[in-house]
């Protein structure tokens, strides 16, 4: 059965910096192109990146592009995001998804920035 | 990017009626390998999205018939018939042609 677990999130300060993860299992891992897309509350679908099979690619919505960073660790089955200079705006669900097509989804994880 | 209109926004439907939600796309879904990256998913209270459609017409596993997808080009076409229960929530499109991906709006299926 494909996973896909998110972890990492939580309240975090403007201004400051939040690592997330998302550990894969059932599928092999290297075999995949990897994205990460944030929902904010009430709101829809925002595509923020992918990443291939070895990292030896990485795109990011453009208007993204400064805030956030996208990496894997194959050994480990895990896919990583790092924000940086968190803003209000960024206050969302952050999901892991595998292939660029989406084809299954993570549960998600809720970061809110706040003071 | 690659706008993604997705409409309508709300569709109040019966049990057992039918759904139709359209998406269309500011240039050509055509990618240059000849595949048409243009996907579907069901966004059901609470959950993940999960992919229903992908590349227009093809049903994901264990996805049940009624749905179907078609289109082609800029103008691609969700149907659902014999809407169930299950099947109320947010739908959306995917185009995965061009980057950066870009989602439709989502239409919010509901009984009448």
């Known amino acids: 059965e494909v996973k896909l677990v998110e972890s990492g999130g939580g309240l975090v300060q403007p201004g400051r910096s939040l690592k997330l993860s998302c550990a894969a299992s059932?599928?092999?891992?290297?075999?995949?192109?990897m994205g990460w897309v944030r929902q904010a509350p009430g709101k829809g679908l925002e595509w923020i990146g992918e990443?291939?099979?070895?990292?030896?690619?990485?795109n990011y919505t453009p208007s993204l592009k400064d805030k956030f960073t996208i990496s894997r660790d194959n050994a480990q089955n895990t896919l990583y995001l790092q924000m940086s200079k968190l803003g209000s705006e960024d206050t969302a669900i952050y999901y892991c998804?595998?292939?660029?097509?989406?084809?299954?989804w993570g549960q998600g994880v809720m970061v809110t920035v706040s003071s | 990017d690659v706008v993604m209109t997705q409409t309508p926004v709300s569709l109040p439907v019966s049990l057992g009626g039918q759904a139709s939600i359209s998406c269309r796309s500011s240039?050509?879904?055509?990618?240059?390998?000849?595949?048409?990256?243009l996907h579907w998913y069901l966004q059901k209270p609470g959950q993940s999205p999960q992919l229903l459609i992908y590349?227009?017409?093809n049903r994901f596993s264990g996805v049940p018939d009624r749905f179907s997808g078609s289109g082609s080009g800029t103008d691609f076409t969700l149907k659902i018939s014999r809407v169930e229960p299950e099947d109320l929530g947010d739908y959306y499109c995917?185009?995965?042609?061009?980057?950066?991906?870009?989602f439709g709006g989502g239409t919010k299926l509901e009984l009448k």
């Open positions: 998804a595998r292939s660029l097509g989406a084809d299954y």
């Open positions: 059932g599928f092999n891992f290297n075999d995949y192109w």
């Open positions: 995917l185009q995965s042609t061009h980057f950066p991906r870009t």
């Open positions: 240039q050509s879904l055509v990618h240059s390998n000849g595949n048409t990256y």
């Open positions: 990443i291939n099979k070895d990292s030896s690619t990485i």
């Open positions: 590349r227009v017409s």
